[in-house]
């Protein structure tokens, strides 16, 4: 069974930083494809940032320059380093894994960031 | 950038009866890149439908998928009380690499 485990979410002052993390089980994230994917409060999806098993990094506009994704594939852990982090940055952060680029087919529980001051 | 649309935002139906909801793109996609997901309040998505028409593993075969070029279309042939909650879809963008959802279908109990 695929689990993806969320964590690292929390209270940040605007322009603060903050690393979340995601263990996989039952699943590859080193030979997979690997997203975040956050939902601000009564809001939509919003794709984030993406990690090819080769070793690509693709990112929204809006965390450009901000974000970045990462992993280790010792602890089968993937990674979203955030820096001067935003109001608009407020949102659950979900992971999620596919054997495909095209679409996100398994996603962790999610992790609630909150930048305020 | 290719914007999705979905309509109606809120769709009010009771159990048994038919669900459909719709995707429109900006531009034309290939139907390979649409997928639709589930969420349910305090949960995270589910992924229901990929390459606009199949269906993920474990999803009844109420739920179908169906369209192609600026439009497709999510549907539920008869709604179950598991069955409402918000509808994303979600297209696949190679150059630039984007993932843009739609702004979502909450399917809401009449």
């Known amino acids: 069974e695929v689990q993806l485990l969320d964590s690292g979410g929390g209270l940040v002052q605007p322009g603060g930083s903050l690393r979340l993390s995601c263990v996989a089980s039952g699943f590859s994230i080193s030979t997979n494809y690997m997203s975040w994917v956050r939902q601000a409060p009564g809001r939509g999806l919003e794709w984030v940032s993406l990690?090819?098993?080769?070793?690509?990094?693709y990112y929204a506009d809006s965390v450009k320059g901000r974000f970045t994704i990462s992993r280790d594939d010792s602890r089968d852990t993937l990674y979203l380093q955030m820096n001067s982090l935003g109001a608009e940055d407020t949102a659950v952060y979900f992971c999620?894994?596919?054997?495909?680029?095209?679409?996100?087919?398994?996603w962790g529980q999610g992790t609630l960031v909150t930048v305020s001051s | 950038e290719i914007v999705l649309t979905q309509s109606p935002a809120t769709l009010s139906l009771s159990p048994g009866e038919r669900a459909t909801l719709s995707c429109r793109a900006s531009?034309?996609?290939?139907?390979?890149?649409v997928a639709w997901y589930q969420q349910k309040p305090g949960q995270a998505p589910r992924l229901l439908i990929y390459a606009a028409s199949s269906r993920a593993t474990g999803v009844p075969d109420r739920f179908s998928g169906s369209g192609s070029g600026t439009d497709f279309t999510l549907t539920i042939s008869r709604m179950e009380p598991g069955d409402f909650a918000v509808y994303y879809c979600?297209?696949?963008?190679?150059?630039?690499?984007?993932?843009?959802f739609g702004g979502g279908t909450k399917v809401e109990i009449k």
């Open positions: 990690l090819y098993s080769g070793g690509s990094t």
């Open positions: 979600q297209q696949y963008g190679a150059s630039p690499r984007v993932f843009p």
């Open positions: 531009q034309t996609v290939s139907s390979s890149y």
């Open positions: 999620a894994g596919s054997l495909t680029r095209y679409y996100f087919e398994y």
